[in-house]
């Protein structure tokens, strides 16, 4: 069963629970169980809510009644096999560290986002969850996405590289620099190909990209907006005269097909890597069919136990942290 | 007069000659007096080479014959009315530095980009001069990119962002945060709006972007590729099939022209910003019409007092370095 968080999307509850029926797999709907939107669910009552303008750390430790906090404890008791939500990214985060809580010796969880662009699928993380990291942080989102993507999208031996402003091992900031050395020597489970830049990220060419929160959010947001406004301008040109507008009608099936492939809403959103459960964090502006793919995706991490080969590919390249894990250093 | 350097365009001496002569402009071509590419042109004999590969600095100033120095002695020295480029962009940045020089009071030059998205100019800077970046380093860049927009490309009060991981004032690294508290409370003569993230890049509402090199260098590429991939992906979708390909024929002249719109070359290259001469570096695969175009922006830079009225909004906002400049503490 998946644990559905109903608070959050632009849509409100009726697009969670629409997404809910669409999934077609056991769902549990954590929220207001007096909704008339949740009727015919199997609703676990969580009234409270947490949102985007709470300090995160704090809304979770306080409100044990919102639905985020619920979703994660059921999966933390084994109730739940996974938890979506398209609520706040942050108050996701700190239920899931709070509650789900980090693999042992992982120093961060990341974000990590399938980029909504045409072709090869390409994961980037860190997208967002840590504004500054270490390089031994980025050594382990180098494994942790390179399990994700064998472990959820069958890729094999996936193809990892580390974000830079230039391929040559000697770019990028000091602890970009020092990244790539480690990673470099890395044992041969990780199939690590180097510093990649941005144009590498549409490129079509690597499985899993490495980078900071604060870089991975705005190369992504950027690459987003770039998606759209160059789809825009193509529909506008195609559709700005009348002799234009056959060719755009001609081709209009083709390019929806294409949009279809860069939207967010097919990727299912962001998962939660490094914890001791599955997180997804689908798009606040999710449809129906983004949530129910968002509820796929936490199904299928689940099913293809993503979780244990993550554990088991940070122990077998020695990464781990060793000292004790502290109760709650997420920024 | 624009001193054009001869060497480093992919296409070799014939893409810069021709170039020179599309220009419409006085041009001075430094490099091999000897070559027939340059045969009719008004030529400096500057032989020597500085390739991507070198060191920059201990190259600039090891090689006096390189074309790339001898541009920017004559740019330092009065001959030339600002420097063109499409060689490596290290040994420009680091010729311009050693021989145009910095404004005084200057931290670092920036290299500033418009952003090749269809629609509005923007202007993101720094795209790559340097990896890491102090607030005031931030805090220059925005009257500098400002100055840029208004005298060269004629915005008034240009609205300038500073990129971030969320458009809350609290969002982004610590230099980031410092940096929005200064720009917040600069004077009125910089229209600053606040932090802005990566989908505001080709978002259409903004004029100027800054951020620290490293994160526009990514984001720039991103951009680019992005564009590319989604360009590519639908001229396949309308070229693939025999009817949505009478489609595409009909299409195909306004989608030309916004290609045009997104393509490197009709922006005419990254500007380096905070020198006191002008400095324009073309992309390598820069065509003819792309060098064209990087003469003409430098030329207007020029005539339009770029380095002045950017020395005096500095000035005015009291954000130049008071202690001597060092000669050169440029990574």
């Known amino acids: 069963m998946i644990a559905l968080d109903a608070h959050g999307a632009d849509g409100g509850l009726g697009v969670i629970a629409e997404g809910a029926r669409l999934a077609g797999l056991p769902v549990r709907v954590y929220g207001p169980a007096s909704a008339g939107e949740l009727e015919g669910l199997d609703v676990a009552d969580a ?109 094999e031996r996936p193809k990892v590289g580390l974000l830079s402003n230039g391929e040559e091992a000697g770019k990028g900031t000091p602890d970009v620099k020092e990244a790539h050395e480690r990673l470099a020597g890395a044992d041969t489970n990780l199939n690590f190909v180097g510093n990649v830049e941005g144009s590498d990220l549409t490129g079509g060419e690597l499985d899993v990209v490495v980078t900071d929160g604060f870089t991975g959010n705005i190369a992504l947001k950027a690459i987003e907006g770039t998606s759209r406004t160059v789809v825009r301008a193509i529909r506008e040109a195609v559709t700005s005269s009348p002799i234009s507008s056959v060719g755009g009608l001609l081709i209009r099936g083709r390019v929806g097909r294409l949009r ?72």
Chains 1, 2 share one sequence.
């Open 260 to 331: 279809d492939e860069i939207d967010p809403n097919t990727v299912g959103g962001a998962i939660l890597l490094g914890l001791r459960g599955v997180a997804v964090i689908a798009h606040g502006g999710s449809t129906p069919e983004g949530i129910a793919n968002a509820v796929r995706l936490a199904q299928r991490a689940h099913d293809e136990r993503m979780i244990e080969r993550t554990q088991r590919a940070l122990e077998a390249a020695g990464v781990l942290r060793s000292a004790p894990t502290g109760s709650f250093d997420h920024q």
């Open 47 to 155: 009234p409270g809510f947490i949102g985007n303008d709470e300090e995160p750390v704090r809304a979770v430790r306080s409100k044990d009644d919102a639905s985020i906090v619920r979703a994660a404890r059921a999966v933390s008791a084994g109730e739940a096999e996974g938890l979506v939500s398209a609520g706040s990214t942050g108050a996701a985060l700190a239920a899931a560290v709070l509650h789900v809580k980090r693999i042992r010796g992982v120093h961060r969880p990341a974000v990590a986002v399938l980029l909504p662009v045409p072709g090869r699928d390409i994961l980037l993380l860190d997208a967002g969850a840590n504004n500054e990291v270490r390089p031994e942080h980025l050594v382990q989102f180098a494994y942790m996405g390179s399990a994700f993507m064998e472990a959820v999208r069958g890729v």
